[in-house]
């Protein structure tokens, strides 16, 4: 079992950053792949960027390529999403998720490989 909570969300203007962090609470922390996820409202969500346990593979979606940094720290179980030139599009609530894997290269874009969910963080960027 996986508890995640996110945090670092925020109301900032466009251009500006910011860092969203998502700590997690269990067993074997450092053998699960992480990802990110967004949901705006009235939209589905979507994932953001993700990151294997051994922290060398990660994956962007288009939208943030550029944009948007995830890493992780195993040392104290944390994640972490760095967001710069923020837009408008970007407003959404942000959320952090755990799966287990046997494979350090491993990471996952989809909302179903995803075994753990944090309570989420919203983001909002004014223009």
């Known amino acids: 079992q996986v508890q995640l909570v996110e945090s670092g969300g925020g109301l900032v203007q466009a251009g500006d950053s910011l860092r969203l962090s998502c700590a997690a609470a269990?067993?074997?922390?450092?053998?699960?792949?992480m990802g990110w996820f967004r949901q705006a409202p009235g939209k589905e969500r979507e994932f953001v960027a993700a990151i294997s346990w051994g922290g060398r593979s990660t994956y962007y979606a288009d939208s943030v390529k550029g944009r948007l940094t995830i890493s992780r720290d195993n040392a104290k179980n944390t994640v972490y999403l760095q967001m710069n030139s923020l837009q408008p599009e970007d407003t959404a609530v942000y959320y952090c998720a755990a799966v287990f894997t046997y494979s350090g290269s491993s990471y996952f874009t989809s909302t179903e490989r995803y075994e753990y969910w944090g309570q989420g963080t919203q983001v909002t960027v004014s223009s």
């Open positions: 269990g067993r074997t922390y450092s053998s699960y792949a």
